[in-house]
């Protein structure tokens, strides 16, 4: 048994975590998602150059040797600053992706691309009736010669505004929910019938719903075995996952600190409200929840590399407990301070935001809580 | 016991919904968050009602109140409730109108309760300041006596569409040496116009603004603004306090809010079924439904100690903690219900081709930020906490 991290590791956490605190501070994340653009490719850029967009990668695939470690880690100092650039998009899911089925030529022209930030991807997954329903799919890619021809629609995809290329998930063959009939394929951005519709989203990100029309891509544009796409994306999900919980407990952790030190310093009554044990013990069980979704977020880390079964009910098992503690750590922190809880203004109010949509994101605590029973009944 | 209407109360029933069905302004825009609509929307029923006299049925009736019981005024918020009515805001006809009728003097009558009454007088309450939230009686804002005015100097916050307010009531500090804080604080009225008074907005995290600082900087009021005794302000802030707190659960409303969530569980797909077929999210709304039935009947428990002349005490503030708890819960459930559509920021979306291409439901636009902005319920109208101190102290006697 072993919870610590090694050199290689704990240089990867202090690095962005110096970077977080120096370069995106309150003030200028703020300036960043107010920004026409929406984010800052001078930020990613200083990632790439930094090795960080290579640190969960192999040194065969261009990377540093790392894996979900390095993820988790990056994405809890992440969450802690609450940085809005795609880091989950382009590294962990496109660049999952190609690690886990990219040819040698995909590798080559994407996934050096992605790691030295030059090529930043959306994951194109989620459909309007689909749910989290990975499966659910009406976006079609229809056999066309030697290449495949590409209709339908893609929800709330994250960080499509600023994306140049998609991984997209989309239905081959068969029933609008059958788990075969599912294919992955990158599509480039400025491809003939993408078009998309930009908005910004509640917790300061950007997302896009795209649309894709007769969009005709080559045969290379396969990422993985045609047809038998599902467990490809499920573990890439999974990944995904995991990297979400790791920066809610990033976020948890910040929104705690920022409460205690708003209840010593906020006097009503004549004292300090953090005086009052109502407020006392409400913290204290804030402290609990984040600390036991570390345990968790760690705990899926680690058995992402496991068998099937064991990696999904350890990663639903984890996104269970996150989401629980995201929404009661928020929650409680917007009470803690009282009207100010509720302004644009204060910070908590922002860490209140993207804890509440990290609930629903690859999926709820009911979805993976319905996904924790099913495999439980199947064991 | 007996939850049956009489058959006189249903009869009521019936004339007050046909007139909300002939009279509810079919023009009026429900923004998809509440405090974005137009001043002149958030005001059309009221002025309906007052012309009708039905837009303070809870005064009395010198004062144009309807003299309907308890139960009448339980049927007529639950009618409204069914078709969504946008009803008039809280300040002038539950907060300064019984104030005014209670403690004023027949000038302060004569002048204010038509205006509130007809819905074209627009109230605001200025009683927190930045450091008086809930300690409210630590307020610093003075008042001066100079000749026939007072002198205001301080500044409120969370002053609710204060930017819209054409007259305020205000707490102000006019006894600072008296022995208790509370003793030395005096309620006055103002003319939102005054020289000095600037409203600054708030944004809130929805993205709305719905309240103001209001900074005061010396405001000349005239002295007969000041309602009853000077440095006796707080004594009718409490009876205020009560009066604010009554219809604080929010019962007819939220039992819309749930109509609203079931259809939109029964659109939402899970599986290939309705969200609504789900055991686990049925569910939630079943707990829902049960706790919401509670504080009706609990509600209605109270109604009747009303009727039966009992004034309403501290264990409304059961009211105001279970029924923001249900209002909020109601919240959560819908955010949940529409899945991915939650993320999105409705107020950045591009004006052209939303017909063509829908981003998502509209339903779902307002999940998210009704769900933050609904975390002031238990903020305000005195925390949640401080209610359940209340009901330590003056329920259980601890
Ligand atoms: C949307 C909104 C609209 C509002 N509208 C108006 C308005 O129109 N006019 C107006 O005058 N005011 C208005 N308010 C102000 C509101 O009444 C105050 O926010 C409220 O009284 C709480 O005060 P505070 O925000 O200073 O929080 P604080 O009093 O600082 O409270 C912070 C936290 O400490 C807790 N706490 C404080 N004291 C105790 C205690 N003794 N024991 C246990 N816990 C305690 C609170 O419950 C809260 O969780 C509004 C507020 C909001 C958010
Ligand atoms: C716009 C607005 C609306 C409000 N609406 C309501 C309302 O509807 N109902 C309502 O009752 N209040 C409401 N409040 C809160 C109100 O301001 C007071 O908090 C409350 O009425 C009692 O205040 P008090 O000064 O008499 O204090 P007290 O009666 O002395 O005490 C207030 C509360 O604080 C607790 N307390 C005081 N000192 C301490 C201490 N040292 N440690 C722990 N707890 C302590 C007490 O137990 C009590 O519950 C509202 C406030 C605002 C600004």
Redesign the interface.
């Known amino acids: 048994m072993d919870f610590n991290f090694s050199d290689e590791q704990n240089m990867v956490r202090d690095g962005i975590s110096r970077l977080v605190r120096e370069q995106y501070d309150w003030d200028t994340r703020r300036g960043i998602i107010a920004s026409d653009a929406g984010w800052s490719p001078e930020f990613w850029a200083q990632l790439a150059e930094l090795g960080m967009l290579a640190a969960p990668f192999s040194e065969e695939d261009g990377g540093f040797g790392g894996g979900a470690v390095e993820t988790m880690l990056i994405m809890e100092e992440f969450g802690k600053g609450l940085v809005v650039e795609p880091f989950i998009p382009s590294v962990v899911c496109a660049g999952g992706f190609l690690k886990h089925a990219g040819t040698a030529a995909q590798k080559e022209e994407y996934l050096s691309a992605i790691i030295a930030g030059e090529k930043v991807f959306a994951f194109a997954y989620?459909e309007?009736?689909g749910?989290?329903?990975l499966a659910n799919l009406t976006t079609t890619a229809k056999k066309d010669g030697e290449g495949y021809t590409l209709n339908g629609q893609k929800?709330?995809v994250?960080g499509a505004p600023w994306a140049s290329h998609f991984v997209v998930t989309a239905r081959t063959s068969g029933g609008q929910?059958d788990q075969n009939g599912v294919s992955v394929f990158i599509i480039a951005k400025d491809a003939a019938g993408v078009s998309l519709?930009?908005?910004?989203?509640?917790?300061g990100r950007r997302?896009s719903?795209v649309?894709f029309e007769n969009v005709s891509v080559s045969a290379d544009a396969l990422i993985g075995e045609l047809d038998n796409g599902l467990p490809l994306i499920e573990t890439v999900v999974d990944e995904a996952t995991v990297a979400v919980c790791a920066e809610a407990t990033g976020a948890m952790q910040v929104t705690h600190a920022m409460t205690l030190e708003y209840a010593k310093q906020r006097?009503?009554?004549?004292v300090p409200i953090s005086t009052?044990q109502?407020?006392q013990h409400r913290m204290v069980d804030m402290f609990m929840e984040y600390e036991q979704s570390i345990s968790m977020s760690y705990l899926a880390t680690i058995k992402l590399d496991e068998g099937e079964a064991e990696r999904k009910h350890a990663v639903s098992s984890a996104k269970v407990r996150v989401g629980q503690s995201a929404?009661f750590v928020g929650?409680s922190a917007?009470?803690t301070h009282?009207?100010m809880?509720?302004?644009?203004?204060t910070a908590v109010?922002?860490y209140?935001?993207r804890l509440?949509?990290i609930e629903?994101e690859f999926g709820?605590v009911?979805h993976h809580?319905?996904r924790h029973i099913k495999l439980t009944a199947a064991a | 016991m007996n939850l049956e209407f009489t058959a006189e109360e249903n009869a009521f029933r019936d004339e007050v919904r046909s007139f909300i069905e002939n009279n509810y302004p079919q023009n009026i825009e429900r923004a998809a968050v509440q405090d974005d609509m137009t001043p002149e929307d958030m005001t059309a029923w009221h002025k309906i009602l007052g012309e009708k006299n039905w837009s303070v049925p809870a005064w009395p009736e010198q004062y144009g109140g309807t003299g309907w019981t308890p139960t009448q005024r339980y049927i007529w918020s639950e009618e409204n409730a069914r078709v969504n009515a946008v009803m008039p805001l809280p300040f002038g006809v539950a907060m300064v109108g019984p104030v005014i009728y209670t403690f004023g003097n027949e000038e302060q009558k004569a002048k204010h309760l038509p205006g509130i009454k007809s819905g074209n007088v627009w109230w605001c309450q200025g009683y927190s300041e930045p450091g008086a939230g809930s300690d409210l009686a630590s307020l610093k804002t003075t008042a001066v006596r100079d000749g026939d005015d007072y002198i205001l100097n301080g500044q409120k916050t969370w002053t609710t569409l204060a930017q819209h307010a054409d007259w305020g009531f205000f707490l102000c500090r006019t006894d600072p040496d008296a022995p208790k804080p509370q003793q030395g604080i005096s309620f006055i009225l103002v003319d939102m116009n005054t020289p000095g008074i600037e409203v600054r907005p708030i944004k809130l995290i929805d993205g709305g603004y719905e309240v103001n600082e209001v900074w005061l900087t010396d405001v000349r009021v005239p002295a007969e603004n000041l309602i009853g005794e000077e440095n006796k302000g707080w004594t009718y802030a409490k009876f205020l306090l009560a009066h604010e707190r009554s219809g604080i659960a929010g019962v007819a409303r939220s039992k819309r809010g749930v109509e609203q969530l079931k259809d939109i569980a029964k659109h939402e797909m899970l599986d290939g079924e309705p969200l609504i077929q789900d055991m686990g999210f049925a569910t939630k709304i079943s707990q829902l439904e049960i706790d919401l039935a509670a504080l009706e009947i609990t509600e209605l428990r109270t109604l009747a100690g009303e009727q039966a002349g009992k004034g309403p005490g501290p264990e409304s503030s059961l009211l105001k903690v279970k029924g923001t708890e249900i209002q909020q819960r109601l919240t959560e459930l819908t955010l949940e219900a529409v899945g991915h559509y939650g993320t999105p920021d409705f107020r950045s979306f591009p004006a052209d081709g939303s017909n063509d291409f829908p981003i998502g439901p509209d339903y779902a636009h307002s999940a998210a930020p009704t769900y933050f902005n609904m975390r002031k319920t238990s903020i305000y109208g005195g925390s949640n906490e401080i209610q359940r101190n209340i009901i330590t102290k003056m329920v259980l006697g601890l």
């Open positions: 989620a309007p009736q749910r989290y329903d929800a709330v994250i929910a519709r930009d908005y910004a989203t509640v917790d997302a719903e649309y006097k009503q009554f004549g009052f109502v407020l929404r929650q917007v009470q009282g009207g809880g509720v302004t644009d203004e109010g922002s209140f935001k509440s949509i629903g709820s009911d809580m319905r």
